[in-house]
């Protein structure tokens, strides 16, 4: 099974910084097709998880542009510029590449 | 908008069967371009998809293999909803559960409020 290991396991931040978070596999996510399925969720307390980026740097809908996801292989980056409030929670890589889908540990950011 | 709203009982005695319902509106669970999921989290193993079911033509169910076996994941045309049922439950499957729609390896893009389920005598 795939396994994603994600790097810091919780990140403290000043508002207006930034902020990156690191999702590596233990294998390649490059689906047959060529296209690599890496996605991030971020979840506040309380809630469910909300889509954030799909196919590693697609944002969904209502998704600030300060976003952003990047990768290839098997290392992936997400990046938060200019922190806001609303940014704390958990923040979860996952992979749709290889059965079974798996998630990444996740990563706490909070408001330093 | 979809909305997905789940229900079932919080407390499983040990050995038992956990059942939960996830009512869907604003979709069909027949829908030919999307999937509904199961997937929970707990402390111990964080998050962690279970399995889902599709209509292409007929219906498809995709298990994790560590549940395989215990689990069954069922439509329901006439109520427009999906049921989870997992067997043989054991402290371990103490988790929030939640239903998720996908659309194929884009991940979840609408998730229910999730429901604690406690297996415990």
């Known amino acids: 099974d795939v396994v994603l290991t994600q790097s810091p396991r919780s990140l403290s931040v000043t508002l207006g910084q930034s902020a990156s978070i690191s999702c590596r596999s233990t294998q390649s996510l490059v689906y047959s097709n060529g296209d690599t399925y890496l996605i991030w969720f971020h979840q506040r307390p309380g809630q469910s998880p909300r889509r954030l980026i799909y196919?590693?740097?697609n944002r969904d809908s209502g998704v600030p542009d300060r976003v952003s996801g990047s990768g290839s292989g098997t290392d992936f980056t997400l990046r938060i510029s200019r922190v806001e409030a609303e940014d704390v929670g958990v923040y979860y890589c996952?992979?749709?590449?290889?059965?079974?889908?798996?998630f990444g540990p996740g990563t706490k950011v909070e408001i330093k | 908008q979809v909305q997905l709203q789940q229900s079932g009982p919080g407390l499983v005695r040990p050995s038992q069967t956990l059942s939960l319902t996830c009512a869907i509106s604003g979709d069909s669970v027949s829908s030919n371009s999307v999937a509904w999921n199961w997937i929970r989290q707990s402390p111990s193993r964080g998050l962690e998809w279970l399995g889902r079911?599709?209509?292409?033509?007929?219906?498809?169910?995709d298990y994790k293999d560590s549940v395989r076996g215990r689990i069954t994941i069922t439509p329901d045309t006439s109520k427009n909803q999906l049921s989870l049922h997992l067997n043989s439950v054991t402290p371990e499957d103490t988790a929030v559960y939640y239903c998720a729609r996908d659309r194929g390896h884009h991940g979840a893009d609408y998730w229910g409020p999730g429901i604690l389920v406690t297996v415990s005598s």
């Open positions: 079911t599709y209509f292409r033509s007929q219906w498809h169910h």
């Open positions: 196919q590693v740097s």
């Open positions: 996952m992979q749709t590449s290889r059965w079974p889908w798996s």
